[in-house]
């Protein structure tokens, strides 16, 4: 409970927080990597090729390469690459291979390297690089830690641990706030709350999703299909998209920096289930 952020915003509420830092990788990304290189391990996979924004899901996928054997290849934004030289640090201590996207191992980082030198990159560029290496080799496999349906579902472990931790301070939420980017932090924490919603249990619950304005998919993109990265090699996706061809300011939030937004986060928006906000 974060009592002194209530004391300086002398607030009756009360505020509880939910922190995932303290895993070894940084984040609450180690609860999809750990899973999806399992399965792969299991597939019979030698080698897996990802992308990441600000560095957390690439550190995660690394750490889970590292303890199941599997190489793994990060293309990790560039903007994030220049600002977050540990976070590569990081990777490459786990054994894997991190370069900055957009980069010239691929057609679709020469293409974007062509016309602009200098271009930030974005997470919908990196994953282009990253599926079409996968792609190009026989041995190698795609792995995507935001977004996807798999994912928010591995994600909420989050909320369902947050119920039983809310019931130990006797406690129920009027308010769930979180950030979002591709969806999966927060969905992982609301999903095991909104079926309350849903169901009339507790229907005045809100729940708000939170973006920055530099990258404002949920409020101010149109509800679409869009692919869900640049270059068009993913199947098409149902969401707020700002154009798979948007690439977003160089705002140091590189997780948040994507075009969409999954897609189960934009069916309850749009049903108006979930509310959004974008802030600078």
């Known amino acids: 409970r974060a009592y002194r952020l209530e004391k300086a915003l002398d607030t009756p509420a009360k505020i509880f927080f939910k922190y995932e830092g303290t895993s070894q990788a940084g984040s609450h990304k180690p609860n999809t990597a750990l899973a999806q290189c399992y399965y792969n391990k299991m597939e019979g996979v030698k080698r897996i090729v990802t992308e990441t924004g600000a560095g957390q899901w690439g550190s995660a996928l690394s750490m889970a390469g590292a303890m199941f054997g599997v190489e793994i290849k990060v293309y990790m934004v560039r903007i994030s690459y220049d600002q977050k030289p540990y976070r590569r640090i990081l990777m490459e201590t786990w054994g894997a291979t991190c370069v900055p996207s957009p980069s010239k191992n691929t057609k679709a980082g020469r293409r974007i390297l062509a016309e602009d030198p200098d271009c930030p990159g974005s997470l919908g560029l990196a994953i282009s690089e990253a599926v079409e290496e996968a792609a190009s080799q026989e041995e190698s496999k795609y792995s995507l830690g935001s977004v996807l349906n798999h994912v928010l579902l591995h994600q909420t472990i989050i909320g369902e641990e947050t119920r039983i931790q809310m019931e130990m301070a006797d406690a129920y939420p009027d308010i769930i706030v979180g950030n979002i980017g591709g969806g999966s932090n927060f969905a992982g924490q609301f999903l095991p709350w909104i079926r309350d919603k ?6 005045d619950l ?21 692919f869900g990265d640049e270059a068009g090699l993913t199947p098409l996706l149902k969401m707020y998209t700002l154009g798979h061809k948007f690439i977003p300011p160089p705002v140091h939030a590189g997780g948040l920096r994507y075009h ?3 897609p189960i986060i934009c069916h309850l928006y749009n049903l108006g289930l979930v509310e959004g ?3 600078p």
């Open 206 to 226: 809100r729940i708000i999703c939170v973006e920055p304005e530099a990258c404002p998919s949920l409020t101010k993109g149109p509800y679409t299909y869009d």
């Open 260 to 262: 969409g937004m999954a």
């Open 198 to 203: 849903i169901s009339g249990k507790k229907p």
């Open 277 to 279: 906000r974008a802030v």
